[in-house]
């Protein structure tokens, strides 16, 4: 007996049945891209084995210009088979199935020769498409069923067609992008032929035994997409045309609008996808924001789809599927909705990973078995770096200590946590400690690690993840009563007055401006909250219980080291609530009546009831010299080896990697 009858309920999906209803969506994740089908191979396969079912490749155009960006995949040549079929073998291997998804990007293709319905510019690229030509249309269509037949050669179940977020067959279901006066422009029906001739070619080429699923805007989050009551139309001429199955896409990647961040609740827009689901009789896929067994289930069970689509949480635990089916859903890694190693890499050339788990797309790399030799271990630090060192140095059969200071593991992250958005690392602590009980390691809290105790307890090695403490700058007038730093905010311990001032334009500056301005606000749990704030809403003013003013040294703009996919939106936050931003200052002293700093010259007081120093940090690994001293083994990961740069993402990776090797 399961705990999510809904979610292992067998279903049919054209010529397969499933005997779960989790897709793992599709991803870029970069390894599709160059050389890397190895590595695709063991990320996909490594899920297949971890019980998902169906999964989908990230994006293959069908041909070059259709290409994401100049290097990005393109599957349009039979000599690829074979990479591709290392693909397919290894996802059947692990008794799963795996759709290609075929992904033209039109105009948001970063690249001089990308195309589009009409020669309009895409708001986030600079490259305007060249309007493509009818004999252009029809080799694309050719093209489609092209990559269709390539893929069945290749081994793969089926592929999806990808029409949502803004990409090439959004963009002719749009008058927003498409102009044109042809029979490929203008009325609805003209307007929706390309996705639709798009699986007539394809059916032909691939006969019935191959899935082919729509991914299909349920929500475009844009002025003047595709009518709403089209939608539904659209989505029964998709049902008669031969598509298996639709999946939900949400928002255009050009739209202001969050929609799978942290700022997103989750299950946010499963509303959307029921409407498609009551127009058609062939199974339709949810998604967005739906990271946890528990989540997925509901949404089943409330009858909002009949599948549902995780992505990244497949990036932050290959054994997803098979965990929730053993009634294990505490020991699932849980995607937090950051971005961080995954979109922000791959947006910057990366290969894609996980924030939570560094392995993801890394399996081939990091890696590890049992440890030759039994060690006794003490980490000293539990926040992120020593928790994934304890964790895996457990898993390795070494004897572990983990000594925290604090009555609490997660260092950093219990300060993190408070930020609104960020209480999903709540299960980052939850799975931690899942396993290191699990792993028996031997917990310390509330207890300082003293350097003779250290010593003389005889450790084989000892891991300094001491982590940072923060910085305390070189100022006048520190020892104000109207003074205090991010972390005694955070944790609670004074009274912020009306008018703030904050030292810092770094990601924890942002993070407490937000956590002042936004703690409690239902936006960030409630899909109504949400809406009003993010969707039903003109930008305008948001009431602020706080006047606040940040500022720093250096020049601006302001914010520049938060995440690529996410950075926008804590801006646009903290500009409705009009925080002012001061770059180029330089500080002359902190008084009873505020900050004076000095800014083009001119001496100025910026007057405030509280100064929050968010200044950055300094290392903490005092404890390192003794101990070498006493010829202890020494390792320092995280925070205690640098402050500069650091983040959980880092901490992770660092303390993971050492715990491999140890
Ligand atoms: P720490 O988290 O500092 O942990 C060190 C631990 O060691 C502490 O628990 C401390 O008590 C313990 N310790 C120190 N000395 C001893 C001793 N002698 N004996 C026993 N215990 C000791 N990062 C991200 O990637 N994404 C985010 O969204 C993000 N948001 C953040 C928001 C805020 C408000 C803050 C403050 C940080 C945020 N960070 C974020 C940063 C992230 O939390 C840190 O980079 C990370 O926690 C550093 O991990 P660490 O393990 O090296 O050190
Ligand atoms: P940070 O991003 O490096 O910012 C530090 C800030 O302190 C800068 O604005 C800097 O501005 C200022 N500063 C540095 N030295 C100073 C000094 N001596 N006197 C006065 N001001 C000084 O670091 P952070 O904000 O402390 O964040 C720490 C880490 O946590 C970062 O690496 C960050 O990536 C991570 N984090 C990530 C997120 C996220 O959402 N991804 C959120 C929070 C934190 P000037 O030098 O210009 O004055
Ligand atoms: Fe999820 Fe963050 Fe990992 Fe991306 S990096 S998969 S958002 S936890």
Redesign the pocket.
């Known amino acids: 007996m399961t705990n999510y009858p809904h979610l292992f309920e067998p279903i049919r999906v054209g010529h397969l049945t499933l005997s779960n209803r989790i897709l793992m969506g599709s991803m870029h994740t970069g390894l599709e891209d160059k050389d890397r089908f190895e590595r695709l191979a063991v990320f996909l396969g490594s899920r297949a084995e971890g019980g998902c079912q169906l999964m989908v490749t990230g994006g293959f155009s069908p041909n070059a210009e259709g290409r994401l960006r100049n290097g990005a995949a393109v599957f349009d040549d039979k000599s690829q088979i074979v990479e591709h079929r290392r693909v397919t073998g290894a996802v059947h291997a692990g008794g799963g199935h795996v759709l290609l998804q075929v992904l033209h990007s039109g105009r948001y293709g970063n690249h001089a020769d990308n195309v589009g319905p009409s020669p309009i510019q895409a708001p986030i690229n600079r490259h305007t498409p060249r309007e493509m030509t009818s004999d252009d249309i029809v080799a694309t269509i050719d093209a489609y069923g092209n990559t269709a037949k390539l893929a069945k050669e290749a081994g793969y179940d089926g592929i999806e067609v990808m029409g949502s977020e803004g990409y090439l067959l959004t963009e002719f279901l749009a008058p927003r992008t498409n102009r044109r006066e042809d029979e490929w422009g203008g009325s609805s029906e003209n307007r929706m032929r390309l996705p639709l001739e798009v699986v007539h070619r394809t059916r032909a080429e691939v006969g019935d035994d191959f899935v082919i699923m729509f991914r299909l805007s349920v929500l475009d989050l844009v002025d003047n997409a595709q009518p709403a009551d089209e939608a539904l139309v659209f989505a029964r001429e998709l049902e008669a045309a031969g598509y298996d199955i639709i999946n939900s896409g949400i928002g255009w990647h050009e739209a202001p609008i969050p929609t799978i961040a942290q700022a997103v609740p989750r299950a946010a827009f499963v509303a959307d996808t029921l409407r498609i689901k009551d127009a058609v009789d062939i199974p339709v896929v949810v998604s967005n924001r739906l990271n946890t067994p528990e989540v997925a289930e509901s949404v089943l069970a409330q009858g909002f789809g009949d599948m549902v689509s995780l992505a990244r949480p497949f990036l932050a635990d290959a054994d997803f599927v098979a965990k929730a089916k053993a009634g294990a859903a505490a020991a699932i890694n849980t995607c937090i909705a ?1 971005n ?1 190693a995954c979109l922000d890499n791959y947006f910057v050339g990366k290969v894609a990973s996980c ?1 939570v788990n560094p392995r993801a797309c890394f399996e081939t790399e990091i890696t590890w078995g049992p440890a030759d030799e039994t060690k006794r271990i003490a980490v ?8 994934a060192a304890a964790d895996v140095l457990a898993r390795r059969g070494h004897d572990v200590t983990l ?4 009555d609490r593991i ?4 219990n ?2 946590r ?2 609104p958005g ?1 209480n999903e690392f709540d299960e980052t602590l939850r799975y931690f400690r899942y396993h290191l009980d699990e792993g028996g390691v031997e917990m310390r809290l509330g ?4 350097a003779d105790k250290l010593i003389e307890a005889r450790y084989d090695d000892v891991v300094l ?4 403490t923060p910085r305390r700058p070189d100022l006048a007038g520190l020892d104000g009563e109207n003074l205090s730093n ?2 005694d905010v ?1 944790s609670g311990n004074v009274e912020v007055g009306m008018r703030v001032v904050i030292i810092g334009g770094g ?2 500056a942002f ?2 401006a937000l956590y002042l301005l936004e703690s409690g606000d239902a936006s960030f749990t409630e899909p109504e909250a949400f809406r009003a704030h993010w969707v039903d809403t003109d930008g305008g003013p948001l009431e602020s219980r706080h006047a606040i003013t940040m500022v720093q040294r250096s020049d601006g703009p302001m914010g520049r080291s938060l995440g690529k996919t996410t950075g926008w939106i804590h801006r646009a936050t903290l500009k409705r609530h009009g925080v002012k931003q001061i770059c180029g200052a330089t500080y002359e002293k902190i008084s009873a009546d505020g900050l004076h700093i000095t800014l083009d010259s001119e001496p100025r007081l910026l007057e405030a009831d509280t100064v929050i120093l968010c200044a950055g940090q300094e290392p ?1 690994f005092d ?1 390192e010299a003794p101990l070498i001293d006493a010829g202890i083994n020494v390792h320092r ?4 080896t640098e402050a500069i740069g ?6 992770i990776r660092e ?1 993971m990697k050492l715990a491999a090797r140890l």
């Not at 630090?381 to 020593?386: D, F, I």
């Not at 997660?410 to 992250?413: D, R």
């Open positions: 950051c961080q924030l000293v630090g539990a926040g992120p770096a020593g928790l000594i925290e200071a604090a997660g260092g950093q992250l300060l993190a408070r930020i960020k207890v300082r690690a003293e993840a001491s982590g940072v991010y972390a955070l990601g924890i993070d407490v903490l404890l990961i995280g925070g205690a650091l983040d959980a993402e880092r901490a303390g």
